[in-house]
């Protein structure tokens, strides 16, 4: 696919985007609101998985630490702008990846992901039990702040469901264009060279671990932002926001979309949120049905939904050149 | 001349083994030094020492006269040593140019650079393409490196040690597998772009080593059973015994179809 | 002071009872993955579905020792299909597909006894032999079914090290675990061995499902909570190594026993400390072997 084919079709699914308010309910907006934020944990899942191949199983701590930490913000001081409850929860994100990642990052394989799903587990554990500072499960809600305010722009209300959709566009289409970024700066380099090659990299006279733990940084300062979002959209944080099935769920989007890929979170998170939707309205064993759908994914199709449409594409190519010789 | 690297009573024992037992070995700066012995003598191990892979379990590693031994390996390839692989060990899911690419990269110490794009580094650029014409893989570069042929696999894993620009280049076992022209070949690359530089050779091939080595030194069952010029190496006796014969009777495997 | 002292010999015997429950557990969970080289994740899972298939026997038959018998051997069924039928078609596609399956495996196992039983936690009754408190020393009083889960568990220990030390099967899976290549080289038939060694060690894990059922009771959560004190066993005690592995199963069993009655606001995370301690100072595990 051509650089500007590529493009075009960026351009064209951002025009989409941009208009869908004026043919979409609300019902549908309030669920692509909900697959952006998903795109951006996902996206940020990806630079662990997909392009530096770790497999975490604990990442969605980062997301509910990002949360927890606006929504304490939120709760515990009022006056506070929102812009700087969300500057914030990204913040906790980075530090929290910086902390968990230097422990782990030292692992082999099968240790790492055992280990992030630990942490994972514990602070799931901690945001369960420590009451008095995060509600328990009850979780946290009902905070006062109404608004957002931008500069030049005026007052938003947090409430209204256009603006939150294209806030969270805004701010998405900023991260992937981040997380883009940084796959083509000599860090995102040096990643998909541990990737490929760890001991090559080592002897090259590359700092691994020093790699490995500002990629750490960066995807929970990601994940950490997009956990943020999701407590003001969803208006409240809940221990169920970061255990083991939310973890879970991440791997799922990213499996259905492709874990290799740079889209494949953004199409898995897509699909997966209509799935659900659907499917929960049917029957209320959605978990165990996606759970099934999983399992025979990376059985017997691992490349996902990105993966599927390249292959498509390269079969194309192929007998376009078998038919022009 | 100096020695650049130094090893002082160095041993390596793997539970009860001795893989390497009480070495001592001076690598002249600026000169050929090759490291012969049969298999399983311990080189590679050695070559593991040289550049922290293994802590020595006994005495010590000096390169310029400061102490490496118990570095982390990236820190050692740093100070100005790089060695190649004898089972090949490149960047197989990655283009030839993006391969060079990264050890470029390294060698400047932009590897954890994030605020400006690989792409705008010119230098970098420049370097990788100069690398790839001297190891004459530039017309394969957008290729992935996994599916080139062995020879220019070959050629390739010299790139990744070159492109560093290190002081002492520590080669094992270059020119295995390859054909007696391929061998030619990439003797020819390995005078060019080794020189200035210091020079440690594993080989099997002998018509290589006494082409290639100002000194050599006889490795077996984990000690240096002499050190000296080919014609001093030639006339050992006890390197003769280990051999089991002259050492110009020594042929490679292939050699012997 | 007299009765708050005779609380430490009962903490150190229930820290015992759960210590060599975990081992139950872990102990085929390490052999496992330090021969094939996966993380099943689903292992823990199979302790549960054990723990339920003996209440589900229990409601049929009435008859714990029935279900002692019977639930372990399901167990060991379902090990030997999850590895034939699953886990080798993804051991080729590499480490991460075979996580992700196990992993996925696990959620799903989750997911389906939800459905079945619910997510309350289901009582077992404690058998009518053992109902009743053993009079240890000095005024102490144990419940006997604690004792028996005790005797039971080391008795399958002894069993175990019988089998690894005194039998060929034994030997094959002792060369296994050092050097699968090796092993198979030297005419063992590997693929015999590892569903053997799957078959035992889900076999295990059943019978710790069942006789945990009446001491813990039987819900959905028992997977996540076994899973971690497994990773805490395989973290301290090192993979492969089934001698580390009952060391950690027992010190991790006194720090949950002690740090319940102690350090009750973190007992929670103790576990995770004490982990996390291990790994910063020795990341292959107290006695495992290095990468």
Same mark, same amino acid.
């Given at each position: 696919?051509?650089?500007?084919?590529?493009?075009?079709?960026?351009?064209?699914?951002?025009?989409?985007?941009?208009?869908? /308010?004026?043919?979409?309910?609300?019902?549908?907006?309030?669920?692509?609101?909900?697959?952006?934020?998903?795109?951006? =944990?996902?996206?940020?899942? &990806?630079?662990?998985?997909?392009?530096?191949?770790?497999?975490?199983?604990?990442?969605?701590?980062?997301?509910?630490?990002?949360?927890?930490?606006?929504?304490?913000?939120?709760?515990?001081? /009022?006056?506070? /702008?929102?812009?700087?409850?969300?500057?914030?929860?990204?913040?906790?994100?980075? =530090?929290?990846?910086?902390?968990?990642?230097?422990?782990?990052?030292?692992?082999?394989?099968?240790?790492?992901?055992?280990?992030?799903?630990?942490?994972?587990?514990?602070?799931?554990?901690?945001?369960?039990?420590?009451?008095?500072?995060?509600?328990?499960?009850?979780?946290?809600?009902?905070?006062?702040?109404?608004?957002?305010?931008?500069?030049?722009?005026?007052?938003?209300?947090?409430?209204?469901?256009?603006?939150?959709?294209?806030?969270?566009?805004?701010?998405?289409?900023?991260?992937?264009?981040?997380?883009?970024?940084?796959?083509?700066?000599?860090?995102?380099?040096?990643?998909?060279?541990?990737?490929?090659?760890?001991?090559?990299?080592?002897?090259?006279?590359?700092?691994?671990?020093?790699?490995?733990?500002?990629?750490?940084?960066?995807?929970?300062?990601?994940?950490?932002?997009?956990?943020?979002?999701?407590?003001?959209?969803?208006?409240?944080?809940?221990?169920?926001?970061?255990?083991?099935?939310?973890?879970?769920?991440?791997?799922?989007?990213?499996?259905?979309?492709? &874990?290799?890929?740079?889209?494949?979170?953004?199409?898995?998170?897509?699909? &997966?949120?209509?799935?659900?939707? &659907?499917?929960?309205?049917?029957?209320?064993?959605?978990?165990?049905?996606?759970?099934?759908?999983?399992?025979?994914?990376?059985?017997?199709? /691992?490349?996902?939904?990105?993966?599927?449409?390249?292959?498509?594409?390269?079969?194309?190519?192929?007998?376009?050149?078998?038919?022009?010789? | 001349?100096?020695?650049?690297?130094?090893?002082?009573?160095?041993?390596?024992?793997?539970?009860?083994?001795?893989?390497?037992?009480?070495?001592?070995?001076?690598?002249?700066?600026?000169?050929?030094?090759?490291?012969?012995?049969?298999?399983?003598?311990?080189?590679?191990?050695?070559?593991?020492?040289?550049?922290?892979?293994?802590?020595?379990?006994?005495?010590?590693?000096?390169?310029?006269?400061?102490?490496?031994?118990?570095?982390?390996?990236?820190?050692?390839?740093?100070?100005?040593?790089?060695?190649?692989?004898?089972?090949?060990?490149?960047?197989?899911?990655?283009?030839?140019?993006?391969?060079?690419?990264?050890?470029?990269?390294?060698?400047?110490?932009?590897?954890?650079?994030?605020?400006?794009?690989?792409?705008?580094?010119?230098?970098?650029?420049?370097?990788?393409?100069? %690398?790839?014409?001297?190891?004459?893989?530039?017309?394969?570069?957008?290729?992935?490196?996994?599916?080139?042929?062995?020879?220019?696999?070959?050629?390739?894993?010299?790139?990744?040690?070159?492109?560093?620009?290190?002081?002492?280049? @520590? @080669?094992?076992?270059?020119?295995?597998?390859?054909?007696?022209?391929?061998?030619?070949?990439?003797?020819?690359?390995?005078?060019?772009?080794?020189?200035?530089?210091? @020079?440690? %050779?594993?080989?099997?091939?002998?018509?290589?080593?006494?082409?290639?080595?100002?000194?050599?030194?006889?490795?077996?069952?984990?000690?240096?059973?002499?050190?000296?010029?080919?014609?001093?190496?030639?006339?050992?006796?006890?390197?003769?015994?280990?051999?089991?014969?002259?050492?110009?009777?020594?042929?490679?495997?292939?050699?012997?179809? | 002071?007299?009765?708050?002292?005779?609380?430490?010999?009962?903490?150190?015997?229930?820290?015992? #009872?759960?210590?060599?429950?975990?081992?139950?557990?872990?102990?085929?969970?390490?052999? #496992?993955?330090?021969?094939?080289?996966?993380?099943?994740?689903?292992?823990?899972?199979?302790?549960?579905?054990?723990?339920?298939?003996?209440?589900?026997?229990?409601?049929?038959?009435?008859?714990?020792?029935?279900?002692?018998?019977?639930?372990?051997?399901?167990?060991?069924?379902?090990?030997?299909?999850?590895?034939?039928?699953?886990?080798?078609?993804?051991?080729?596609?590499?480490?991460?597909?075979?996580?992700?399956?196990?992993?996925?495996?696990?959620?799903?196992?989750?997911?389906?006894?939800?459905?079945?039983?619910?997510?309350?936690?289901?009582?077992?009754?404690?058998?009518?032999?053992?109902?009743?408190?053993?009079?240890?020393?000095?005024?102490?009083?144990?419940?006997?079914?604690?004792?028996?889960?005790?005797?039971?568990?080391?008795?399958?220990?002894?069993?175990?090290?019988?089998?690894?030390?005194?039998?060929?099967?034994?030997?094959?899976?002792?060369?296994?675990?050092?050097?699968?290549?090796?092993?198979?080289?030297?005419?063992?038939?590997?693929?015999?061995?590892?569903?053997?060694?799957?078959?035992?060690?889900?076999?295990?894990?059943?019978?710790?499902? #069942?006789?945990?059922?009446?001491?813990?009771?039987?819900?959905?959560?028992?997977?996540?909570?076994?899973?971690?004190?497994?990773?805490?066993?395989?973290?301290?005690?090192?993979?492969?190594?089934?001698?580390?592995?009952?060391?950690?199963?027992?010190?991790?069993?006194?720090?949950?026993?002690?740090?319940?009655?102690?350090?009750?606001?973190?007992?929670?995370?103790?576990?995770?400390?004490?982990? #996390?301690?291990?790994?910063?100072?020795?990341?292959?595990?107290?006695?495992?072997?290095?990468?």
């Amino acid at each position: 696919m051509n650089r500007s084919v590529q493009g075009a079709g960026i351009l064209f699914i951002l025009i989409l985007a941009v208009m869908c /308010p004026w043919f979409m309910g609300k019902f549908h907006i309030y669920l692509l609101t909900e697959i952006m934020i998903y795109s951006m =944990l996902g996206l940020s899942y &990806y630079l662990l998985l997909g392009h530096t191949g770790l497999l975490s199983l604990g990442h969605a701590a980062y997301f509910g630490i990002g949360g927890y930490t606006t929504a304490l913000f939120l709760h515990g001081m /009022p006056g506070v /702008p929102v812009s700087l409850t969300l500057l914030f929860g990204a913040i906790s994100g980075l =530090l929290a990846g910086f902390l968990i990642g230097s422990m782990v990052l030292r692992l082999t394989k099968i240790y790492f992901s055992f280990a992030t799903l630990a942490f994972g587990q514990m602070v799931w554990a901690i945001a369960w039990k420590w009451r008095g500072l995060t509600g328990g499960d009850d979780g946290l809600t009902g905070w006062s702040a109404r608004e957002f305010v931008f500069p030049f722009l005026g007052r938003f209300s947090l409430t209204h469901v256009t603006f939150l959709y294209y806030f969270v566009l805004l701010i998405t289409v900023i991260t992937i264009g981040v997380c883009w970024c940084f796959t083509r700066t000599p860090l995102g380099n040096t990643l998909a060279a541990v990737k490929s090659n760890p001991t090559r990299t080592n002897f090259l006279g590359i700092n691994i671990n020093a790699a490995k733990l500002m990629l750490f940084g960066f995807t929970g300062l990601i994940a950490g932002l997009s956990g943020s979002l999701f407590i003001l959209f969803k208006k409240m944080v809940a221990p169920n926001f970061l255990d083991m099935f939310m973890s879970f769920d991440v791997v799922v989007m990213s499996v259905i979309g492709g &874990y290799s890929s740079f889209l494949g979170p953004i199409v898995g998170s897509f699909v &997966y949120v209509y799935m659900v939707e &659907y499917i929960s309205a049917v029957t209320d064993r959605w978990q165990l049905i996606m759970g099934v759908f999983f399992m025979l994914l990376v059985l017997f199709y /691992p490349k996902g939904l990105v993966g599927m449409f390249k292959d498509v594409l390269k079969r194309r190519i192929f007998l376009k050149r078998k038919v022009c010789s | 001349m100096t020695p650049i690297l130094r090893l002082n009573g160095v041993s390596k024992h793997f539970g009860g083994i001795r893989v390497i037992d009480d070495v001592n070995l001076e690598i002249l700066e600026g000169e050929r030094h090759a490291l012969i012995g049969p298999n399983g003598a311990g080189k590679s191990t050695l070559f593991n020492l040289m550049t922290g892979f293994y802590s020595p379990t006994r005495g010590s590693i000096h390169f310029k006269e400061k102490r490496i031994d118990g570095l982390a390996p990236y820190k050692i390839i740093r100070l100005g040593i790089a060695r190649s692989f004898q089972i090949i060990n490149i960047f197989k899911g990655m283009q030839v140019y993006e391969n060079i690419r990264n050890a470029v990269v390294a060698k400047h110490h932009y590897s954890l650079m994030f605020d400006r794009m690989l792409g705008s580094l010119n230098e970098v650029r420049k370097e990788t393409e100069y %690398i790839l014409s001297r190891i004459h893989l530039k017309p394969f570069q957008n290729e992935l490196a996994g599916t080139l042929g062995y020879g220019q696999q070959r050629a390739l894993e010299l790139g990744l040690t070159i492109a560093l620009d290190p002081e002492l280049v @520590l @080669l094992d076992e270059p020119g295995a597998g390859l054909t007696p022209d391929e061998t030619r070949e990439i003797v020819r690359l390995i005078r060019e772009v080794t020189a200035g530089k210091t @020079l440690v %050779i594993v080989e099997h091939d002998m018509d290589v080593v006494f082409d290639l080595a100002d000194r050599i030194s006889v490795l077996n069952r984990g000690t240096i059973l002499a050190t000296g010029t080919p014609e001093e190496i030639k006339r050992n006796e006890a390197v003769k015994e280990v051999y089991l014969g002259s050492l110009f009777e020594e042929k490679p495997l292939w050699q012997e179809r | 002071m007299e009765s708050q002292l005779s609380i430490l010999p009962v903490l150190f015997l229930h820290g015992l #009872v759960y210590g060599m429950l975990i081992f139950l557990v872990a102990s085929g969970l390490t052999l #496992v993955m330090s021969m094939m080289d996966i993380l099943n994740f689903a292992h823990a899972s199979i302790y549960m579905i054990g723990a339920f298939v003996c209440y589900q026997i229990i409601q049929w038959t009435n008859s714990f020792w029935f279900a002692l018998v019977v639930a372990p051997l399901v167990c060991a069924l379902l090990g030997v299909l999850m590895e034939r039928g699953l886990i080798r078609k993804v051991h080729a596609s590499g480490h991460v597909d075979e996580l992700l399956l196990t992993f996925g495996l696990a959620m799903v196992i989750m997911e389906v006894i939800k459905w079945i039983y619910g997510t309350n936690p289901l009582p077992v009754p404690v058998p009518r032999q053992l109902t009743r408190s053993v009079q240890l020393w000095s005024g102490i009083q144990y419940p006997s079914y604690r004792l028996f889960i005790l005797l039971l568990s080391l008795a399958v220990l002894a069993f175990l090290f019988y089998i690894l030390k005194k039998t060929r099967l034994g030997i094959s899976i002792r060369a296994c675990v050092q050097d699968g290549e090796m092993a198979s080289a030297l005419g063992t038939n590997v693929s015999v061995v590892f569903v053997t060694v799957m078959a035992i060690g889900t076999w295990l894990a059943g019978i710790a499902g #069942v006789i945990v059922a009446p001491y813990l009771s039987v819900y959905p959560g028992m997977f996540s909570d076994m899973i971690l004190d497994c990773f805490a066993v395989i973290a301290v005690g090192g993979l492969g190594s089934l001698g580390g592995a009952l060391v950690a199963s027992l010190i991790v069993g006194q720090v949950q026993s002690f740090g319940v009655i102690f350090l009750p606001t973190i007992s929670i995370i103790l576990i995770y400390v004490v982990m #996390v301690v291990v790994f910063t100072l020795k990341p292959s595990g107290l006695f495992g072997k290095k990468e």
